[in-house]
């Protein structure tokens, strides 16, 4: 038999590259330059968006109290139809029940004697008060000693404060029953109107005759 004398070539074995289970700890690494402007960045967005966000938050709560004042939406119907306001109605309504105009015009009539009445009271009180300090001083000063009696200034101290604030309310409303009386005959049409039964309410609005 004839042998070979030809050897066999190793072939080589290739080298892992990644071990399983181990990474490159510095593969993740930036330069810190980089790192730096991506904080500055992101920093600048938040704070951005702050300013944004507190502004739509202002100008939404600006929005709502705009329209609380104006009763909207809630005072918006459909005029588009020939019936009266459902709300219209209710006011009128309201209005007929508690008088209306005839009743309005009764009360202003009756005001000022009852504000007259009540000064009228408060006046005399407070006139009572001054006599009977008078009276006090007169008979201190007559028995001396012998009128033990508490004195009257110091009696009658909360009663006067209570008359001050009486007539401090009593000219706040004589103020404010002129500013009413102004208010009325400046809304004497539309008062009048809602004082009417619901076919004449329709009779004098235009929008649905």
């Not at 181990?22 to 402007?37: E, H, I, R, T, Y």
């Not at 200034?153 to 404060?161: D, R, V, W």
């Not at 404010?176 to 009417?196: C, G």
Request: charged residues 30%.
């Amino acid at each position: 038999a004839v042998v070979s004398t030809q050897s066999t070539g190793a072939k080589p074995t290739p080298v892992a590259t990644e071990v399983e289970g181990w990474s490159d700890v510095f593969g993740k690494l930036v330069p810190l330059n980089v790192q730096q402007a991506a904080t500055m960045y992101a920093s600048r967005k938040d704070h951005l968006i702050h300013i944004e966000v507190t502004r739509l938050r202002d100008a939404t709560n600006s929005l709502n109290s705009a329209l609380n004042q104006m009763n909207l939406p809630a005072a918006l119907e459909d005029l588009s139809g020939k019936e009266i306001p459902a709300s219209l109605l209710e006011k009128s309504g309201d209005v007929r029940t508690k008088g209306g105009l005839m009743k309005l015009r009764q009360m202003f009539e009756e005001l000022p004697q009852l504000l007259q009445r009540n000064e009228e009271i408060l006046r005399d009180t407070m006139k009572s008060i001054t006599d009977e300090e008078a009276t006090d001083k007169h008979l201190r000063s007559t028995f001396g000693e012998k009128w033990c009696r508490t004195n009257s200034e110091e009696i009658n101290k909360n009663l006067k404060e209570q008359g001050q604030k009486y007539q401090t309310i009593l000219t706040n409303a004589r103020n404010a029953d002129k500013i009413v009386r102004d208010k009325f005959e400046s809304n004497f049409r539309a008062i009048d109107i809602l004082s009417k039964d619901e076919s004449d309410l329709v009779g004098s609005i235009p929008a649905v005759v």
